[in-house]
T-cell receptor, first 118, second 113 residues
């Protein structure tokens, strides 16, 4: 079956340019998460969408970062005026949140977008 | 948010059991304990989760202390494929659904043949 799909898989951009990263979650999944992972580091939470609730944006590192989720499905992470420190792998995950569902809510991850800012 | 503490790294021999500890002394009553792992060059994958009772699945077992302030992920027979970073995560559960999924630094497990 289809998993979480991210595009592009690799992106090289010049410093100062804007980039858009796309995430197609598993169909029907109500929760969507964005993370970034710098080389050799752990996962840094960026933003969390859950159904119709206001997204948790507490992890966005600056106002250059924004994300939206249209129609409760596809999500786009936008980085404006990219900097070299934005270079990382950006990971997206989705999960089916089942009310009263014994707390599992397993998150499935995409393969990520490797962003390189030169 | 409640935090977890894990050793930075551990080593194991192939075919032997591995016990990966996690301390979470500030856990609240509505926090579930989740474990994920990240194999090299891949996204994380779910391993197991629990609330109060010990849990078993095809991948691992989760032993939860009676006071819930610590837990241990048990791999019964480590294989080379189990070499990964293992993350212990507390997820709040409220309003009938899970909260956010925040990763810490995890434990890097090395498996020697």
């Amino acid at each position: 079956g289809a998993g979480v799909s991210q595009s592009p898989s690799n992106k090289v951009t010049e410093k100062g340019k804007d980039v858009e990263l796309r995430c197609d979650p598993i169909s029907g999944h109500t929760a969507l998460y964005w993370y970034r992972q710098s080389l050799g580091q752990g996962l840094e939470f960026l933003i969390y969408f859950q159904g119709n609730s206001a997204p948790d944006k507490s992890g966005l590192p600056s106002d250059r970062f924004s994300a939206e989720r249209t129609g409760g499905s596809v999500s786009t992470l936008t980085i404006q005026r990219t900097q070299q420190e934005d270079s990382a792998v950006y990971l997206c995950a989705s999960s089916l949140v089942v009310a009263g569902g014994a707390g599992k809510d397993e998150a499935f991850f995409g393969q990520g977008t490797r962003l390189t800012v030169v | 948010d409640a935090k977890t503490t894990q050793p930075n790294s551990m080593e194991s021999n192939e075919e032997e059991p591995v016990h990966l500890p996690c301390n979470h002394s500030t856990i609240s009553g509505t926090d579930y304990i989740h474990w994920y792992r990240q194999l090299p060059s891949q996204g994380p994958e779910y391993v197991i989760h629990g609330l109060t009772s010990n849990v078993n699945n095809r991948m691992a077992s989760l032993a939860i202390a009676e006071d819930r302030k610590s837990s241990t992920l048990i791999l019964h027979r480590a294989t080379l494929r189990d070499a990964a970073v293992y993350y212990c995560i507390l997820r709040p559960y409220y309003g009938g659904s899970q909260g956010n999924l925040i990763f810490g630094k995890g434990t890097k497990l090395s498996v020697k043949p």
